[in-house]
């Protein structure tokens, strides 16, 4: 997007220069006059040369595109101008993901580029778990007298994938007839043992327990747990309330529920699971649960690009009809999705979607980021409303996980599982 604009610089020189023509002709004084004049054609010179023409390219390097947590990953970006004509004041800020922070150096810089010129800037930023798209770069160019500006954003699609296993995702017990990674009690034709039982006419042979026929002569057959592959809709509450941050330094609460996605999507994107995504906020946003590699980087595609789910908030007079998009989201799950809400629960509204989408069928399961305070009164009572929004949510039956983003979620995901969480 480029916005063109006048700067108003010379608007005060206009001004002055007229105040001193005026001056001179009433006490017969050419000289000033003729410096009211020449005054009054430099204010008139930005409106001859007009805005400047903005051909630009990025390309950032990365020394470590796959770092572990806490890793320090040194940017470069560098910044071409493509056109055909020189760019005398530009001043670059890169698209820090949000998610990051800056550890060493800084992301802005300010060059004078001439055609084909580069211009490069280094800095660090510390890995955090998951991976973080860079934002496109946005790019203020003025022209030599400083009278317009052109502002626009220059994009390379640069990633970090900061891997962090996610070694069980928020998925309820659901048996649906289909053979995948779902394991249920049901014994089967799985990887998982779960049971002896006598031999019955038509077992395979690879089931029979060997063993136990050579040491007694009886034919048994092994029955393994049985896996069903599920489908899954990963929602993100992307409403204005949902971006909170414990401090004006950290990362939001939607902008930690897109990392979570991304890592919940990495761990079904290794199975057979269908998974789609799903957000709710300054408009419904919505892609069918599917499997494959391609499916996996058009869902990845919309996490970076859908307006709905940038981690920057929407504008505060935004219509958010969530109760209608709730319903839009009803009618496009089938009848076998389960639903993972990823959610700070810090609206009425996304509670009352939650059990409106558990009421009529569709399992669903909330991943909650933590991100309350407790230093001032608003900062408590906001942390009493959540938690009592969590407790209404497990009484109706509602799996909630209170992800605390100080820590993995993989970790956290593992330790409610040990608690049996999952209904």
Same mark, same amino acid.
């Given at each position: ?54 051909? @630009? ?126 394991? %249920? ?75 979570? +996605? ?62 209608? !998009? ?12 389960? +639903? ?24 669903? %399961? ?42 993995? @979620? ?7 599982? !040990? ?5």
């Amino acid at each position: 997007m480029t916005t063109v604009r006048t700067t108003g610089r010379w608007r005060g020189v206009v001004a002055i220069a007229l105040f001193a023509v005026a001056v001179g002709v009433l006490v017969d004084r050419p000289a000033v006059v003729l410096v009211g004049v020449v005054g009054a054609g430099f204010a008139a010179y930005p409106h001859l040369v007009g805005p400047p023409s903005v051909d @630009l390219e990025l390309e950032r390097r990365l020394d470590d595109r796959h770092p572990s947590r806490g890793d320090v990953v040194t940017v470069t970006t560098r910044l071409t101008n493509a056109g055909s004509r020189p760019l005398t004041d530009v001043r670059v800020v890169d698209g820090v993901p949000p998610m990051l922070t800056v550890a060493e150096g800084s992301p802005r810089h300010a060059a004078v580029l001439r055609p084909g010129e580069s211009a490069e800037f280094t800095y660090a930023l510390d890995a955090e778990h998951g991976r973080h798209q860079f934002d496109p770069a946005t790019v203020l160019v003025r022209d030599v007298t400083g009278g317009h500006e052109v502002e626009t954003t220059v994009a390379d699609g640069t990633e970090i994938s900061c891997a962090d296993p996610v070694p069980a995702v928020p998925i309820r017990q659901q048996a649906n007839g289909h053979a995948g990674r779902l394991v %249920t009690d049901e014994g089967g034709s799985g990887i998982e043992f779960h049971t002896v039982r006598e031999y019955r006419p038509g077992d395979p042979m690879s089931r029979i327990d060997s063993k136990r026929w050579a040491r007694t002569g009886d034919l048994t057959t092994i029955e393994f747990r049985e896996e069903h592959r599920t489908s899954v809709a990963l929602v993100v509450d992307a409403c204005e309330s949902a971006y909170r941050a414990r401090t004006e330094e950290t990362p939001n609460a939607v902008a930690h529920s897109l990392a979570g +996605v991304e890592q919940v999507l990495s761990a079904l994107g290794d199975t057979r699971d269908a998974v789609g995504v799903a957000g709710l906020g300054r408009e419904f946003c919505w892609a069918a649960p599917g499997v494959g590699p391609t499916h996996m980087a058009r869902l990845r595609e919309l996490l970076g690009t859908h307006p709905t789910l940038s981690s920057t908030p929407p504008a505060a007079d935004t219509d958010e009809d969530i109760e209608r !998009q709730t319903e839009m989201l009803r009618k496009r799950l089938g009848s076998e999705t389960q +639903v993972v809400v990823f959610s700070p629960l810090t609206d009425d509204r996304i509670r009352q979607a939650v059990r409106t989408l558990e009421a009529a069928g569709y399992p669903t %399961t909330v991943v909650s980021p933590n991100v309350t305070a407790d230093g001032t009164l608003g900062e408590r009572l906001a942390r009493t409303e959540r938690a009592n929004r969590m407790h209404a949510l497990r009484n109706a039956g509602v799996p909630v996980v209170d992800w605390d983003p100080e820590k993995a @979620l993989g970790t956290v995901l593992l330790d409610e599982q !040990q608690r049996r969480w999952s209904a």
